[in-house]
């Protein structure tokens, strides 16, 4: 016989495919400090060293960072358990996801995957949403012919903008009108953050000519050898000229989405997570004594949340 865990009055935990743990943690560090480090190494490089142009090590980056993504998978199975129902979860988002990425490219930045990205890791959690921002990433690149040096930059910003949605306050109590509210806010920063992350790559590879032509009389572009604080400066400006809008118009459409549909997909999101019941253990005990007509030696099966 199967029996269901015991419920209980209060807020509903909710029910997350993976949990992260010590090893899961390690490896979302250890990703994202290669990343920080190879993104803004620029800013703190001589004038004559190699590494103030991106151009040359980006496919370097993108060799190390696939592993270092597959990593973080192995840890979390290694941690707590990806059963086959998460897999095929991470499978479904990411290719619905990598689809929407298409329907508003080149139109004022309005791009419908980071309503889903948020959503998605609200539910399902800071490790899930890295894995899966980054996987839907890769997939969408494939799928639009965008695969190229930036394209690891782009896979560790998506990440970090879904975990992020995943370490919101209150999983468990917040519901309804406030919770898309705040989603609707974090959506909104977070589109920034994300372009942010992407132009400083684009700056130090299209930009680079002003500065190693001698150029030092404020442009905005990237100035290899020049104080970081001044850098910053320029790095401000070429976001403000070139990419503002851009910026503004992906966050706006998040906003709109989360508030008008959120709440909807949320749900199903979560009534699919109960559904699949991923935290469910099962363990064999026998009952502490036979029924009437019932064989001694029956077996009872129980599902036991953690």
Known sequence: MAHGGAG????????????????????????????LVAICWPLFADADSAVTTH????PWLFAA???LLIAVVVATI??????????AMLGVLAAVGAALRPLGAGTAG???MFFLMVLSGRVLGPGFGFVLGAVTMFASALLTGGVGPWMPTQMLAMGWFTMGAGLLPGPDRLRGRAELLMLSAYGFLAAFAYGTVTNLYGWV????????????SGGVFFSPGAPAHENLVRFLAYVLAT???????????????????GGTLLRALRRATRRANFEAQVTFGAPEGPSPGE???RTYVTYEPE
């Open 295 to 297: 064989a001694p030696h």
């Open 205 to 216: 590879t299209v930009g680079g000519g002003e500065g190693q032509t001698g150029g030092d």
């Open 243 to 261: 990419s503002l809008g851009w910026d503004l118009g992906r966050a706006a459409l998040t906003v709109v989405l989360t508030l008008t549909v």
């Open 65 to 67: 960072l696939l592993p």
């Open 8 to 35: 209980g009055g209060g807020a509903v935990r909710s029910v997350r495919p993976v949990r992260l743990g010590p090893r899961s943690v390690a490896a979302l560090v250890l990703v994202s400090a290669i990343g």
């Open 78 to 87: 290694a941690d707590r358990g990806m059963d086959a129902k998460a897999v």
């Open 55 to 58: 151009a040359a090590d980006a």
């Open 110 to 112: 309005l791009e419908p």
